[in-house]
Nanobody, 115 residues
Framework: QVQLVESGGGLVQPGGSLRLSCAAS????????MAWYRQGPGPERELVAA???????NYADSVKGRFTISRDNAKNTVYLQMNSLKPDDKAVYYC?????????WGQGTQVTVSS
């Protein structure tokens, strides 16, 4: 099992930036796929951004051009740089990994965008 711990959430004004971090309890060098999801008022979690072991990324249309996912294998950490934040980005953001049959979720970090 791999434990994931998110950090970096908080309150920011519209147009501002935040960087979320997801620290893994062991090496992520060979982890196939890591991602950030978010959950707003509704029941479903939305895929925000994902990154493969080879560095390929994909993004939800709503965040393209504003958010950037990256991974630092030496630090066992995945990041989500969020720029030009909007009120609609308010949510709890979760880190998630998949590697074969291995699945893991973090506990989430709250992001609030408000003036």
């Amino acid at each position: 099992q791999v434990q994931l711990v998110e950090s970096g959430g908080g309150l920011v004004q519209p147009g501002g930036s935040l960087r979320l971090s997801c620290a893994a309890s062991r090496s992520i060098f060979n982890i196939d796929w890591m991602a950030w999801y978010r959950q707003g008022p509704g029941p479903e979690r939305e895929l925000v951004a994902a990154i493969t072991k080879g560095g390929t990324t994909n993004y939800a249309d709503s965040v393209k051009g504003r958010f950037t996912i990256s991974r630092d294998n030496a630090k066992n950490t995945v990041y989500l740089q969020m720029n030009s934040l909007k009120p609609d980005d308010k949510a709890v953001y979760y880190c998630h990994l998949r590697d074969g049959i291995l699945r893991s979720w973090g506990q989430g970090t709250q992001v609030t965008v408000s003036s």
